[in-house]
């Protein structure tokens, strides 16, 4: 088990920031390739964005521009910086750690053994 512990999330109007950090418990985050996942009420999971030692970063073509994903491996932590957020933003974000990570069709997802945290809510209003 790698527990990982999100903060960062809240309520925001359209054109606002946030960010949202990522703590990684008991394990090296740079062992893993490690995520950003979100899931909108009523709507499947999504990859966001990643970030692996040989992959580099990913984003979705949603948030191309407006997020970016980073980590401080002294720190043992992952962000998602978030700008000009819109209401369709509005999700559940989750971080997650696997043994891999990929993008195949414009889908962002893990692969392997993974690990997730408990999610942090973002919420923007019109």
């Known amino acids: 088990q790698v527990p990982l512990v999100e903060s960062g999330g809240g309520s925001v109007q359209a054109g606002g920031s946030l960010r949202l950090s990522c703590v990684v418990f008991?394990?090296?985050?740079?062992?893993?390739?490690m995520g950003w996942f979100r899931q909108a009420p009523g709507k499947e999971r999504e990859g966001v964005s990643t970030?692996?030692?040989?992959?580099?970063?990913r984003h979705a073509d949603s948030v191309k521009g407006r997020f970016t994903i980073s980590r401080d491996s002294a720190a043992n932590t992952l962000y998602l910086q978030m700008n000009s957020l819109k209401p369709e933003d509005t999700a559940m974000y989750y971080c997650?750690?696997?043994?891999?990570?990929?993008?195949?069709?414009?889908?962002?997802?893990?692969?392997?053994?993974?690990?997730w945290g408990k999610g942090t809510l973002v919420t923007i209003s019109s």
């Open positions: 997650a750690a696997g043994e891999g990570c990929a993008r195949a069709l414009g889908v962002i997802y893990l692969y392997g053994k993974d690990y």
């Open positions: 008991g394990y090296s985050s740079s062992t893993y390739c």
């Open positions: 970030i692996g030692t040989y992959t580099g970063t």
